[in-house]
């Protein structure tokens, strides 16, 4: 691991209205999403277990949305960067993430036709927090700590990158914005989300929940179905959703990590995932497997490992 890397940093939640200009580095290669390259989704999988686009999203503009999430995106990897705890290039972790994602990249757009156009970035965070997301626009992060105290497999940590792909994909961030506005904010902020007002400004004040963002339990379960279809047709095995939920339970002896706390309960939610197993794992039995494994990071003294799988 380069010495240079700080994986033990303490990050701040960004507040909203941050003014700092959109991102612009590029991850992976321009032909990446490229409409001759894209596969066909074929009506399988998962898609009829999936319901229709929300009515909140209308609420909000998309494009606002994902402009806000590229800056606070931004800010928080020039936090990171500051304390020497955003992972270069060249880490062996940061490789793995990227190679993953570029496996799920390619099947995201029959969810969601904007995926086409964004400029997807994944990184890796110095902080020991188990913690991972995907930010609309598809903005990736990982934290160190979920990768080393979990000692996750590339399947787990297509599970996790497929869950909260899912999430942007599916457009839960722009919905709950969209509720927010509906019934908090009032009539005068849903004139100015429609252009009748100072639109930009209420959006980026809203950017600040993009981070601390939680999603209620639909959202979550709709999240877990269409990230095993996603990670199943990249090539990872599906099956791997239940030791990361066993996982993810032993960490804080039977309760979850923060950020997966308005999941059904450890048995409610395996049993959900053992539900679609029929309906994902053809897709993975079809599907190109990776050409190359990786291993997590190894476990040091700070970093126990996790309870063994249940």
């Known amino acids: 691991m380069p010495s240079t890397f700080n994986t033990d940093a303490t990050l701040s939640v960004h507040p909203g209205g941050c003014r700092c200009a959109l991102h612009r580095r590029r991850l992976f290669t321009g032909g990446l999403l490229a409409a001759a390259t894209l596969p066909a989704l074929a009506q399988d999988g998962v898609q009829g277990d999936v319901g229709q686009e929300s009515r909140f999203t209308k609420l909000v503009s998309a494009q606002q949305v994902e402009a806000a999430a590229a800056q606070q995106y931004q800010q928080m990897q020039r936090e990171a960067a500051s304390q020497k705890a955003l992972a270069p290039a060249d ?5 793995r993430l990227r190679a993953i994602a570029e496996r799920i990249i390619p099947f995201a757009v029959p969810w969601n036709a904007r995926a086409k ?3 997807w970035e994944v990184n890796l965070i110095g902080s020991k927090q188990i ?3 995907c930010m609309p626009g598809g903005k990736i992060a990982f934290y160190f700590g979920i990768l080393q105290q979990l000692q ?3 399947d787990e940590v297509a599970t ?3 869950h909260e792909v899912a999430h942007a994909l599916r457009e839960h961030a722009r919905e709950r914005m969209g509720k927010t506005a509906a019934t908090r904010i009032g009539a005068g902020v849903l004139s100015a989300l429609f252009g009748l007002g100072s639109a930009g400004d209420t959006l980026l004040n809203m950017g600040g929940q993009l ?3 939680k999603f209620g339990r639909e959202d979550e379960s709709e999240a877990d179905i269409v990230g095993m279809d996603l990670a199943a047709r ?3 095995d599906p099956r791997a959703g239940v030791s990361l939920w066993n996982k993810m339970m032993g960490v804080n002896k039977g309760a979850p990590p923060e950020f997966m706390s308005t999941h059904p309960s450890g048995p409610t939610r395996i049993k959900d995932i053992e539900a679609k197993l029929p309906k994902v794992m053809p897709l993975f039995e079809k599907a190109a497997k990776p ?3 990786f291993a997590p990071p190894a476990l040091t003294a700070a970093a126990p490992a996790s309870a063994p799988a249940r």
């Open 152 to 154: 996750l497999s590339d």
């Open 211 to 213: 981070l601390t963002l």
């Open 91 to 95: 880490h062996p972790q940061v490789v």
């Open 117 to 119: 156009q964004w400029k």
């Open 234 to 236: 990249a090539g990872y």
């Open 160 to 162: 996790i990158m497929g």
């Open 291 to 293: 050409p190359r494994r």
């Open 131 to 133: 913690n991972a997301f």
